[in-house]
T-cell receptor, first 112, second 115 residues
Framework: GENVEQHPSTLSVQEGDSAVIKCTYS??????FPWYKQELGKRPQLIID?????GEKKDQRIAVTLNKTAKHFSLHITETQPEDSAVYFC???????????FGDGTTLTVKP | KAGVTQTPRYLIKTRGQQVTLSCSPI?????VSWYQQTPGQGLQFLFE???????NKGNFPGRFSGRQFSNSRSEMNVSTLELGDSALYLC??????????????FGQGTRLTVV
């Protein structure tokens, strides 16, 4: 079955620095790759996503890159702020099969 | 548009009992996925339903089952509860078809505690 590995499991950065989280997937049928942010006690919320026909997508301070050949995708957060502190999950999804696999999450701490 | 609604929000059950959780998706969404979240274990995929059919299932024992109704509402059932079933159960809804509108929206979850 699909396996998604997410690294690192914890990440601590100073405010203003950049943060990078990487995920690797195994199922070549995966065609949709969302990233979710989950704050303590809250539901996961989508922050950015990328489809398999796109290599990079950016939304203000957040960007995602996808390398289909290597089967890995990354989340990049620039100019981090304390409110970016949360758990971030990546996922690899086969949209027409309803199959979704999440990474184990990365706890990001941004120190003021 | 109303969001994804899960009921109940909290539940305490004893070992051996069974439990049913409910998820009402966003209006118009036909796909509902269920996940188990435990500390340090991330989001474990349970199953996904689309138009009343289970399209995919994760690696969970047969004690975990689900169904979807014609109005897209979904229920999941856990029989013969074990202490290890204590977790936050999340459902997510999406349109579920094609390559567009694939964003999934999560409910608040049901916190199940087995004692």
């Amino acid at each position: 079955g699909e396996n998604v590995e997410q690294h690192p499991s914890t990440l601590s950065v100073q405010e203003g620095d950049s943060a990078v989280i990487k995920c690797t997937y195994s199922d070549s049928a995966s065609n949709y790759f969302p990233w979710y942010k989950q704050e303590l006690g809250k539901r996961p919320q989508l922050i950015i996503d990328i489809r398999s026909n796109v290599g990079e997508k950016k939304d203000q301070r957040i960007a995602v890159t996808l390398n289909k050949t290597a089967k890995h995708f990354s989340l990049h957060i620039t100019e981090t702020q304390p409110e970016d502190s949360a758990v971030y999950f990546c996922a690899a999804i086969v949209t027409n099969a309803g199959k979704s696999t999440f990474g184990d999450g990365t706890t990001l701490t941004v120190k003021p | 548009k109303a969001g994804v609604t899960q009921t109940p929000r909290y539940l305490i059950k004893t070992r051996g009992q069974q439990v049913t959780l409910s998820c009402s998706p966003i209006s118009g969404h036909r796909s509902v996925s269920w996940y188990q979240q435990t500390p340090g274990q991330g989001l474990q995929f349970l199953f996904e339903y689309f138009s009343e059919t289970q399209r995919n299932k994760g690696n969970f024992p047969g004690r975990f089952s689900g169904r979807q109704f014609s109005n897209s509402r979904s229920e999941m059932n856990v029989s013969t509860l074990e202490l290890g079933d204590s977790a936050l159960y999340l459902c997510a809804s999406s349109s579920g078809q094609g390559s567009m509108n694939t964003e999934a929206f999560f409910g608040q979850g049901t916190r199940l505690t087995v004692v």
